[in-house]
């Protein structure tokens, strides 16, 4: 079950997931990503897009963030938001939601974009009958 999270933290990571596109590195795309992610320790890890001129190489912002937490040690997140420029909220991409999948199965998915527009689901519904951790144990 997903853990019930304050309106809130929703904001502050709404608003983390904003500031965190001005660090895009999105000179192919002109599309400034940013996420943030809550791990169940209660900290918010973010992250921004990050293109190469190789493209096939670039990274989302939820993926950075996703990584960024794990390399400090999380291992269950709770909730993600992701901003996009855009004038509707756009959700994960099919990778990034296997990324999710894989620490916060049942995560409440917060969209926001360049207007007050949001959009909230969970990543069972965005990815259901995902291949995950169990699978394999
Ligand atoms: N992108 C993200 O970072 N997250 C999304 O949810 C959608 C797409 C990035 C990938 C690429 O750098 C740029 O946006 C255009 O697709």
């Known amino acids: 079950m997903a853990k019930k999270i304050s309106s809130l933290v929703c904001r502050q990571l709404e608003k983390a997931a904003r500031a965190a596109a001005k ?31 190789s493209y ?3 990274n989302c912002a939820e993926r950075t963030a996703i990584f960024t937490a794990a390399a400090a ?14 004038a509707q909220p756009t959700s994960p991409c099919g990778a990034c939601r296997q990324v999710i999948n894989e620490f916060g199965p049942t995560a ?13 689901t969970t990543l069972d519904r965005l990815l259901p009958g995902a291949f995950g951790p169990d699978a394999l144990a």
Do not use: K
């Open 23 to 53: 660090q895009s590195y999105s000179p192919y795309s002109e599309f400034p990503v940013g996420a943030a992610v809550l791990a169940a320790s209660g900290q918010i890890y973010v992250g921004c897009n990050v293109e190469n001129a």
């Open 108 to 120: 409440l998915v917060i969209s926001v974009c360049a207007s007050t527009a949001r959009h909230e």
């Open 73 to 86: 040690g999380e291992r269950r997140i709770l909730a993600v938001a992701v901003f996009t420029p855009t």
């Open 56 to 58: 096939g190489l670039c």
